[in-house]
């Protein structure tokens, strides 16, 4: 297992009950605690940012009530208690994880030679990567030029007081965005926004979890808000799946669109400056640390804003190629959904690779939205392993040198012979 977010550690939990010798790999909830501005708070509600373990026991609720947290609905979790969360996950319910780094995912005999950082060597027959978000950045390409020092991304920033009164421009209409630039302004800076959207979106004052029959048909909850076309999402991954490929890009690319969190809006609303219908189209540094931007207006005459820096809350783009730690031939070979840069998989998340499974937001335009959320590991964990088990059962050998043309002693673990593992 590459990767310990809550997808990674989700499936070691339950690799892990299966019975499987797995090993989970990777930094625990390394982007929840490294790449998000302190005060920030999960977006989701809390009975919906569960991690998954088969028995369903180590639930963020049971997490918040053996700490003395509170986890009611319509109050807002703060990115710390679930970054803790996750970590509480990591020990209680599956095997520990190795902070390894991996370097490398390469075809070897009938299964992989995984690479670490740290020089470390394993043979597996299955491999699942489910690396996050982080390798996926999304900047403009009008802020690609800018120098060092200019332009950051919003996932870059784990304190935001380093630009205490400084004027920042924050790119972006969603969550990270508004959340942002409302914590620049809370912390001394002097925020702006820019977005293409001509108007930005709030959702509003969850529903009462109780409530009539009848209202509660009309707008369900699910793990991804109220209504229907949301409960579709969080609830029948399965079905998006069947869909037309070009009916999945469609709903990967627009469905659940930005949109900032209720309990967000009064804190930001008066205090930060905004420029909506403006599209980014140049970026140049000017002396010293300012950059100039160049935008378009909805009416489209230009506009110039002069910055102290700019900060790209623009999201991240799934892209199979940015995934150097694949093996490229491997990867080149991947057969993906339709235009898109993402594999195609199973049902049971298995990519045309034998072997070799994905979870996360690459998988959103196999599966639909929720696997862009936290939501989306209880349904993704459990059909991974059961298409692990299936794969293992099929047979084969193990993955050794034997027809590789490789030496077991050029695989280099400190000890002289690599680590293998199946069940």
């Known amino acids: 297992m590459v990767g310990a977010g809550p997808y990674g550690l989700s499936v070691g939990a339950h690799a892990a009950a299966a019975g499987l010798a797995v090993r ?58 679930f970054s803790d969360y996750g970590l509480w996950f990591a020990r209680q319910a599956g095997p520990p994880v190795e902070e390894l780094t991996v370097t490398s995912v390469t075809p070897y005999g009938s299964g992989f030679r995984v690479g670490t950082a740290e020089g470390e060597v394993l043979l597996a027959r299955t491999v699942a990567l489910a690396v996050g978000v982080m390798p996926f950045v999304h900047l403009p390409r009008a802020l690609r030029g800018l120098p060092e020092g200019h332009v950051s991304h919003s996932s870059g920033h784990r304190d935001l007081g380093k630009f205490r009164d400084r004027d920042v421009t924050v790119v972006g209409a969603g969550q990270a965005a508004l959340e942002t630039a409302a914590l620049l302004a809370e912390l001394g800076a002097r925020p702006r926004l820019v977005a293409r959207a001509g108007q930005l979106r709030w959702n509003t004052l969850p529903h009462p979890l109780d409530r009539p029959l009848l209202r509660t048909l009309r707008t369900p909850h699910s793990g991804l808000g109220t209504g229907w076309r949301s409960w579709v999402w969080a609830e029948l991954p399965w079905a998006v799946r069947r869909l037309p490929a070009a009916t999945r890009e469609r709903i990967a690319a627009t469905a659940l669109g930005p949109a900032g969190a209720w309990w967000l809006r009064e804190r930001f609303e008066d205090r930060v400056p905004v420029l909506l219908g403006h599209r980014l189209h140049r970026a140049a540094a000017l002396g010293g640390d300012r950059t100039r931007l160049g935008l378009t207006a909805a009416d489209g005459t230009s506009v110039v804003v002069d910055t102290g820096h700019v900060i790209a809350a623009t999201g991240f783009h799934p892209d199979l190629d940015r995934l150097r730690l694949l093996d490229a031939g491997l990867r080149a070979g991947l057969r993906r959904v339709g235009t898109t840069r993402s594999p195609e998989l199973s049902a049971r998340f298995e990519s045309s690779y034998p072997g070799l499974f994905f979870a996360g937001l690459l998988t959103a335009p196999s599966f639909g939205p929720s696997m862009r959320f936290v939501h989306g590991a209880g349904f993704s964990a459990g059909r991974l392993v059961a298409g692990v088990r299936r794969r293992l059962g099929a047979g084969g050998r193990l993955p050794d040198s034997a027809g590789t043309g490789a030496d077991p002693a050029d695989l280099g673990t400190g000890t002289g012979h690599p680590k293998s593992f199946t069940r």
Do not use: F, Q
Request: charged share 15%.
């Open 24 to 81: 989970v790999l990777g930094r625990p909830m390394a982007s929840w605690r490294d790449h998000m501005p302190a005060g920030m708070y999960l977006k989701s509600e809390p009975w919906a940012s569960d991690l998954s373990d088969p028995a369903g026991r180590h639930t963020l609720a049971a997490y918040c009530a053996g700490h003395g947290l509170p986890a009611e609905h319509g109050r807002p979790i703060p990115i710390g208690a």
